[in-house]
């Protein structure tokens, strides 16, 4: 048998294939339901041109005007509608192509997109930049002119705050039911003290109470977080940085309207209560460093201004420290009124003084309340420190709130030393089995707990 002769490859009498030309790299967008589709190009001059896919007869596809109306795509959609529309950007690399998919306006028309071209490596990282930074550049332009449409006052201060429905309170004003709610000096991003105290008291919290200091911007992101949950955000507005002259006077109004209007896009409801314990002298608010003249300008000064700027989505909670050996002052001079305020926020704590009860912690200042104010009533901040009292004393609490018909009241959970002293007390609410036992029992028995819709 013939040995098997060896195969030899016969070369290729075919020529090597040609090099295309390189293109300039695209820039693709598409709409969200697929609709709809519009291409960019880099030019070699690092210069960027907008074109559609054909939709028009006749169009010229470079001209950026691809739209029967200039209001209804990316290209020729005001600021504002791009940052509502665009929601994500994927950049990806496949076989030579930069592509950029965001989710644009659905009503761009065109929908059958451009063969994307071949990119010349050279030009990737450069189509990459450029790209990034025209997509955050339109974003820019769009929160600046939300901010413009939004946020920008008039000389009168009367321009409207936000361009969307805004959400009114009016119906919460008067709850139906006790509310039960937990504040700390958290931020609203931070759930872990929504999670502990529905831990311990065995639901969760109707009122999320929270800080923030004068001249701090407001969140509404965390507070929409937390209105979803079906907690009513509560901000405890503390003038620490400036004087309560100053904001009567005006000085403050620039963060006066740049609050208001960040208050306007959150499109949920909030409570807000400024220089709460005004008539507590260890405040840089309260006496010996205001007078209640003073207060009461700051707090007409502040509600006139989101008055005028729109803002329906705000219960003005004036919350004053009960009447005591701290807090002696009169309370009639703090009041700024009714047509200024939505709730009475009262704020009282049984600390470490033996037989410290409702009926002398809160029924005085209730009373004096009730002769010049005929609003809802919802205790703001409360505790109970730990001591071999601490059992009876959230019973009497939950019975004594009832019984006064408030509307809810806050709980302060956590560690903090007694004002003017150095002691740490304890008010959470677990500090002893009993304790919490108590809390959960007697919170459901007075009925506390009335629960928000925030969806």
């Excluded at 010229?60 to 290209?75: Q, V």
């Excluded at 008067?174 to 700390?184: F, I, K, W």
């Excluded at 208050?263 to 507590?280: Q, R």
Aim: charged share 20%; with cysteine; aromatic share 10%.
């Amino acid at each position: 048998m013939a040995k098997k002769q060896p195969m030899h490859t016969t070369p290729s009498t075919q020529p090597a294939p040609r090099r295309r030309r390189p293109r300039r790299p695209v820039w693709s967008t598409k709409t969200g339901d697929g609709s709809g589709s519009m291409m960019g190009t880099f030019t070699e001059d690092l210069g960027f041109q907008w074109f559609a896919s054909p939709q028009t007869p006749g169009r010229d596809e470079t001209t950026g005007t691809n739209c029967a109306s200039r209001t209804e795509c990316a290209i020729c959609q005001t600021p504002s509608t791009i940052r509502d529309n665009i929601e994500t950007i994927i950049w990806k690399w496949r076989g030579g192509l930069v592509q950029s998919r965001s989710l644009t306006s659905s009503t761009c028309r065109s929908d059958a997109p451009r063969m994307a071209r071949t990119l010349r490596p050279g030009y990737l990282v450069t189509a990459v930049i450029v790209a990034v930074v025209t997509l955050f550049a339109a974003y820019a332009c769009s929160a600046k002119g939300a901010a413009g449409e939004a946020g920008t006052p008039s000389a009168t201060g009367s321009a409207p705050a936000a361009s969307a429905a805004r959400f009114d309170v009016s119906s919460m004003l008067h709850p139906s039911g006790r509310m039960l709610g937990v504040v700390d000096n958290k931020t609203p991003w931070q759930y872990g003290i929504v999670k502990t105290f529905t831990r311990q008291a065995g639901r969760a919290p109707d009122i999320r109470e929270y800080y923030t200091t004068w001249g701090d911007d407001f969140d509404p992101e965390g507070n929409a977080s937390l209105w979803k949950r079906g907690q009513l955000p509560m901000l405890e507005l503390v003038p620490t940085t400036t004087s309560l002259a100053d904001i009567a006077e005006g000085s403050q109004d620039a963060y006066i309207h740049r609050l208001a209007a960040q208050i306007a896009t959150y499109h949920g409801p909030l409570a807000l209560s400024f220089a709460g314990e005004m008539n507590g002298s260890w405040n840089s608010w309260g006496p010996g460093h205001a007078t209640p003249a003073d207060f009461v300008a700051a707090w007409r000064h502040l509600h006139d201004a989101f008055h005028n700027l729109g803002i329906t989505n705000v219960i003005w909670v004036w919350s004053p420290h009960v009447i005591d050996t701290g807090s002696p002052a009169k309370l009639h001079p703090y009041f700024p009124g009714n047509d200024y305020v939505d709730w009475v926020g009262v704020i009282g704590y049984y600390g470490p003084i033996d037989g410290v009860a409702f009926s002398s912690l809160f029924t005085p200042t209730l009373r004096s309340i009730a002769d010049f104010c005929g609003k809802p009533v919802l205790i703001t901040e409360t505790g109970v420190a730990q001591g071999i009292r601490k059992q009876a004393q959230i019973r009497d609490l939950f019975k004594g709130a009832a019984k006064a018909g408030v509307i809810g009241l806050v709980w302060y959970d956590q560690r903090k030393t007694w004002p003017g002293g150095v002691q740490l007390m304890d008010w959470r609410i677990d500090t002893s089995v009993g304790a919490q036992a108590a809390f959960r029992v007697e919170s459901a028995r007075a009925g506390f707990g009335h629960p928000f819709t925030g969806k």
